[in-house]
T-cell receptor
Framework: GQQVQQSPASLVLQEGENAELQCNFSTSLNSMQWFYQRPGGSLVSLFYNPSGTKHSGRLTSTTVIKERRSSLHISSSQTTDSGTYLCALGSVTGNTGKLIFGLGTTLQVQP | AQTIHQWPVAEIKAVGSPLSLGCTIKGKSSPNLYWYWQATGGTLQQLFYSITVGQVESVVQLNLSASRPKDDQFILSTEKLLLSHSGFYLC?????????????FGHGTKLSVL
């Protein structure tokens, strides 16, 4: 089965609402990264967060290793936040640099 | 600051034709380099990685090959494209040699095989 599962698959918000995106993984974790994927496909690195909580502007990432989950919180959403959010797991096993990606959460923020 | 440049930005190619995609990293000595691929609607998956010049490891067999002719350059190629090669190709780099390293991605190449 899928080693990295993201939920929800899609989310529609009104501008100003908050969003909570979840990433659950079934294998041991060595690193966790969150990306924003632009409509054209390129990736914007949001967080490198193997454990604990990190903040960046309106974004907060929390990774709880024991519970095998990571979350991305977006506060006061804006229409420019629309897009796909991907989490990627760096496993303790496997080759160097291999990230296991989830299928992503597609976020649509309406004005 | 490190920069990563991929070329071309997009390609439309015929089945059976050859392909060459490139990636250059500037501002970083001896980076680890990676090729990732995403089929339309699919997840990103690693294709190749390289720790040093001339050394490339394959992760997924997709009738593609990769080479690292220079420290800062990574090339993805094939002699004959298949329809299944369509998708989005991303080059990435990292520093360090452990699986907890942070990856930085280029802007990608969109490939359409017709």
């Amino acid at each position: 089965g899928q080693q990295v599962q993201q939920s929800p698959a899609s989310l529609v918000l009104q501008e100003g609402e908050n969003a909570e995106l979840q990433c659950n993984f079934s294998t041991s974790l060595n690193s966790m990264q969150w990306f924003y994927q632009r409509p054209g496909g390129s990736l914007v690195s949001l967080f490198y967060n193997p454990s604990g909580t990190k903040h960046s502007g309106r974004l907060t990432s929390t990774t709880v290793i024991k519970e095998r989950r990571s979350s991305l919180h977006i506060s006061s959403s804006q229409t420019t936040d629309s897009g796909t959010y991907l989490c990627a797991l760096g496993s303790v096993t496997g080759n160097t640099g291999k990230l296991i990606f989830g299928l992503g959460t597609t976020l649509q923020v309406q004005p | 600051a490190q920069t990563i440049h991929q070329w071309p930005v997009a390609e439309i190619k015929a089945v059976g034709s050859p392909l060459s995609l490139g990636c250059t990293i500037k501002g970083k000595s001896s980076p680890n380099l990676y090729w990732y691929w995403q089929a339309t609607g699919g997840t990103l998956q690693q294709l190749f990685y390289s720790i040093t010049v001339g050394q490339v490891e394959s992760v997924v067999q997709l009738n593609l090959s990769a080479s690292r002719p220079k420290d800062d350059q990574f090339i993805l190629s094939t002699e004959k494209l298949l329809l299944s090669h369509s998708g989005f190709y991303l080059c990435a780099w990292s520093q360090g040699t452990f699986s907890n390293e942070r990856l930085f991605f280029g802007h990608g190449t969109k490939l359409s095989v017709l």
